[in-house]
């Protein structure tokens, strides 16, 4: 393990902290998520300082960075690119769109209509984008960081199951306390513009986080911490069988890919806390940002007030961890 690389992890971490403030949290999972290669939904309501951690975690690693606001008149190729015709030579030039970027933060992303929704998740899944006829690669350092809006319905348009299925984390964020907010309102005071603002020095390259992505490969994780992972995710699958009131909750648990994504976070979790090695609170710890936005709720568990977070922590709470 590269000692020098995880500390550079750690100073990025304090960093980011310094500039946000009561997130401590939703700025680890950034980091972890950023080391796993995985993408983050963030969902919270407006002014929380969404668009400014990301902003903030591209400015750490060094890497090319796009907003992009989405709404419903939105155009898939606004997203891609286009071909452009050259009547010069009578060829079509393709023109690359804002999602040739190395971090792109999708700001309010449950407003872009289903086309456009669809041509994200080629991005996300494929790590390419297909324009007419001819498809083109993406950076190799390549992470989505999504906001929603979960208070707003009009003009929105619910993010399909394959869409989240592709999100690493769904990361929920409420309100600072009171201290912390005055905190925020005493930084924002002394902004020439009135807002805080990521003032980041680079800590790392896009290129050392792809050497570090090589490292969490290495991670060793133990059968048992394994097979207690896989069968946290499966129980979202069989949830009647650790909570006979709550059958028929849940209409679709996680996948086998959830299963793969908690592992990953945990891996990077553990390199991030400088260990070559996996422990069960790794898994703990994620459990719930990992699988919240995996499992698709009947109509029924919101009419008795029960949440995919009850249900993972009872899971937690049920299944022996080694």
Known sequence: MTGS???VLNNLQIQLESIIVGQKSL????VIATLAGGHVLLEGPPGLAKTTAVHA???GVDADYHRIQFTPDLMPSDLTGSEIYQPENGRF?????PVFNQIVL???????????QSALLEAMAEQQVSVGNHSHTLPEFFMVLATQNPLEQFGTYPLPEA??????FKCLMDYPEIEEEIEISRRAR???KGHLEAAVVAQMKPEDILALRKQVNEVHVEPGIESYAVRLVAATRNLENHHQSWAGLVKTGASPRGSIALLRAAMSRALFHQRDYVIPEDIIE????VLRHRMILDFSAEAEGVSADDMIQHLLNVIEAP
Do not use: H, I, M, Y
Request: charged share 30%.
């Open 93 to 97: 030039t393709f023109n690359p769109g």
């Open 27 to 30: 700025l680890e999972r950034l």
């Open 163 to 168: 869409l989240l299925d592709r999100f690493l």
């Open 5 to 7: 690389l995880t500390s």
């Open 57 to 59: 975690l591209a400015a």
């Open 286 to 289: 994620l459990a719930g940002d």
């Open 106 to 116: 999708a700001d309010e992303l449950n407003r872009a209509p289903p086309k456009v």
């Open 190 to 192: 002394q902004d020439d």
